[in-house]
């Protein structure tokens, strides 16, 4: 399926992407902490995190992000340009639960034929990533 860029003038304030439900695995939160050279061990070692006070191993930020803009980008397409991203992180993703993206346009930008797209991933415990993402437009 070819993933199409929405044009500037198609979208308005207000529109929602669809919304993504991602499964959180051992091997999505370790491999993410590897990919990313993040060796704390609360991102791979079940007992060293439960040391630190886990329940269980939990998702770095890079791992967040990388979820983030691929949430983002497959709503933007191919032609769209990323300029900022912003997320501030809420409740751990542990193994075994899943988080959901939602995100919807709050802002226009004419001058730039740019979107701010707000969005929020939330699992069982409550929001866990919300931030602003914003995007050109061809």
């Known amino acids: 399926m070819d993933i199409q860029t929405p044009s500037f003038e198609s979208v308005k304030t207000g ?3 669809k919304s993504v439900t991602v499964p959180i695995t051992v ?8 990919a990313t050279r993040d ?10 995190a439960r040391q630190l006070g886990s329940a269980h191993i939990f998702m770095n930020i890079l791992t967040t992000n ?16 990323l300029m900022d991203l912003k997320i501030r992180l809420g ?8 988080m959901k993206l939602t995100g919807s346009i709050t802002e226009k930008n ?22 602003t993402v914003q995007v050109a437009l061809p």
């Open 110 to 131: 004419d001058a730039t034929r740019s979107v701010q797209i707000t969005l929020k991933g939330t699992n069982s415990m409550g929001a866990h990533v919300s931030g």
């Open 39 to 48: 060796y704390f061990p609360g991102h791979h070692d079940l007992e060293a």
């Open 91 to 98: 409740a751990p993703n542990y193994p075994g639960d899943s």
């Open 66 to 81: 990388g979820l983030v803009q691929n949430f983002v980008e497959s709503w933007a397409g191919p032609q769209a340009r």
């Open 27 to 34: 091997p999505l939160i370790a491999g993410g902490a590897i």
């Open 15 to 17: 529109d929602e992407l």
